[in-house]
């Protein structure tokens, strides 16, 4: 089945640091990828949608300039946390899909900011 | 705006027993309905998946229902086992290319040896 590769599993880092998490869709294009975030003991919420080749459109109290999404080929998406703080701890997970096809979920990221 | 909600919130049960857990959701036009496993920690497991055609889908001991018009779904787990232990996220597709998936926020079950 298809397969969407998350990475890295685990960041811990101290205050201040830039993070770059990757998401590649391994053998399927991707012409959409989704960014979820989730909070202990709370559901995902989704952070924002990514179409390759334009502008991630992100959810309203989702700082885009903190949260800088690339999609630059129908196979990876990246997520980057610019200057992570604390607050900033969570477990994103990215999706994959392409037209009307399920989506596939990597498995996730733990971010720890120190 | 979709929202999904999921009843009971956690749900301890003994070894063997059989139960059900609910999700509803407020836009019944959806294109289907997933219900994935998370173990803590870690990603998530689909489990499920019911087209808004189908009415039911089975695996194994596991068997999904949906009622569209109702905006309802059920998970039903017979002779629950300790490793079915996790959370159960039920999450609808609004159809569309660009449509996420929207989460209920979980039932957190233990099964108890």
């Known amino acids: 089945g298809a397969v969407v590769s998350q990475h890295p599993s685990r960041v811990i880092c101290k205050s201040g640091t830039s993070v770059k998490i990757e998401c590649r869709s391994l053998?399927?294009?991707?012409?959409?990828m989704f960014w979820y975030r989730q909070f202990p003991k709370q559901s995902l919420m989704l952070m924002a949608t990514?179409?390759?080749?334009?502008?991630?459109?992100?959810e309203q109290g989702v700082e885009k300039d903190k949260f800088l999404i690339n999609h630059a080929s129908l196979t990876l998406s990246t997520l980057t946390v610019t200057s992570a703080h604390p607050e900033d701890s969570s477990f994103y997970i990215c999706s994959a899909k392409t037209g009307s096809q399920p989506q596939h979920f990597g498995d996730g990221t733990r971010l720890s900011i120190l | 705006k979709q929202e999904v909600t999921q009843i009971p919130a956690a749900l301890s049960v003994p070894e063997g027993e059989n139960l059900v857990l609910n999700c509803s959701f407020t836009d019944s036009a959806i294109y289907n309905l997933q219900w994935f496993r998370q173990d803590p920690g870690k990603g998530l497991t689909s489990l499920l998946l019911?087209?808004?055609?189908?009415r039911e889908q089975t695996s194994g001991r596991l068997n999904a229902s949906l009622d569209k018009s109702s905006g309802r779904s059920t998970l039903y787990i017979a002779a629950s086992q300790p490793g079915d232990s996790a959370t159960y996220l039920c999450a609808v597709d609004g159809g569309s290319g660009n449509t996420p998936l929207v989460f209920g926020k979980g039932t957190r079950l233990s099964v108890i040896a």
């Open positions: 053998d399927f294009q991707a012409t959409t």
């Open positions: 990514s179409n390759e080749g334009s502008k991630a459109t992100y």
């Open positions: 019911i087209q808004s055609s189908q």
